[in-house]
């Protein structure tokens, strides 16, 4: 399979080998709020890349958005890192938030646009580690 990323501002694409495998998910969860890094005017029905303040998230664990709307101008719909992709078994770094406008009008820095379900996991079975293949 490909895996297709961003590095140094450019889209690449990398053969890997990788397996499914097998997680559980805790029933205990944190709460990690989505603040605008950024102020951007948006049109209703526009989806777009924002900035937002950077949220550390530790190695395996899950990240869900909330599904309750939390600002009145843009649902998040995704997060994502400054690098693109990256591993679940290493700690991550989210710098931008995806978004979708529901009105037109205004996101200012500050704001809060969202909130993660953060879930620890365990594997229930060894994961191969993805190999770059060349």
């Known amino acids: 399979m ?11 694409s990398k053969k890997v080998r990788a397996s499914p495998y097998e997680f559980t998910i805790a029933t205990r969860a944190k709460w990690e709020m989505i603040i605008s890094d950024e102020d ?8 777009r890349k924002i900035r937002v303040q950077e949220i550390t998230l530790g190695p395996e664990t899950l990240v869900i958005p ?25 700690p ?14 205004k996101v200012r820095e ?3 646009i969202g909130v993660l379900n953060i879930f620890p996991i365990m ?12």
């Open 40 to 47: 951007i005017e948006i049109h209703a029905g526009e989806y």
């Open 110 to 112: 500050g704001e809060l």
């Open 123 to 134: 594997f229930t079975r060894d994961a191969v580690e993805p190999v770059i293949l060349k």
């Open 2 to 12: 490909y895996v297709v990323s961003r590095q140094n501002g450019k889209v690449v």
């Open 66 to 90: 909330c599904a309750f709307t939390y600002h009145n101008v843009v649902s998040t719909v995704k997060v994502g890192l400054k690098e693109g992709t990256s591993v679940i078994e290493k």
């Open 92 to 105: 991550r770094h989210i710098h931008y938030a995806y978004v979708f406008a529901q009105e037109t009008g």
